[in-house]
């Protein structure tokens, strides 16, 4: 009689790491994610859920990756407060990683100096010129659909910085190059300094038309923002 042979599963392909103030019951009833996710749970996506969490999210990023460094994973660091509703976000992740390392939905194609955030061309926060050094979709508001979608430019774009309220990651990306978040960074430009950190090991960034909704508009120049700010300015300088 022929013995069967084992089979082994496989990991599944993509762990999808969100942060949240909230207990996992909560979750997954009040946040944009956890109701999104309730509704659509891709084939082949884990979810690394942190819970009560008032801790920075570098350290919980990098807490993710390492967790992944023996059966690596492309990686998905998410906002919780982003309603996923695009059917079919793995199966163009795949697709996106064939031209990128590290993909988003939204971000600036040039590094200008004095650049406070990627969509912004200076410190008095001008918005930069849409279709020019921008790139991606966003949809913003509470629920679906969205109250409104921002359109920055044309996406599958080849891009230097990357909005963190959706980043996926190649694994091969994250462990050959060792590319890890700064945990001097708490809740702001933490997404900026990963990109160029990126960049200076030679990981393509790129976005992608990927459906989502973010609920927050970010909170730009208050006290947490520039304490922050001080820090980016002081590893990077003006550019």
Known sequence: MARSK?????PPEFRLVVATRLDKDRFFSESALGRSFMVFRP???QLRLFTLNGSGLPGIYNTAIQECI???QHLVFAHDDIYLHDYFWTDKLTEAFKSFGI???AGCKKVTPNRPAWCFADETFTLD???GNLSGTVGHGKGYPPIQVSYYGPSRTKVALLDGLFLACRADSLFTQQL???ETFKFHFYDMDFCRQASAKKISLGTWDISLTHESMGGFNRPPWRAEYTKYRSKWGET
Do not use: C
């Not at 084992?6 to 496989?10: A, E, G, K, R, Y």
């Open 103 to 105: 993909v988003g939905v």
């Open 129 to 131: 010129k849409p279709s």
């Open 43 to 45: 084939k082949g996506v």
């Open 180 to 182: 890890r978040f700064d």
């Open 70 to 72: 023996d059966r690596p």
């Open 6 to 10: 084992l089979i082994v599963p496989s």
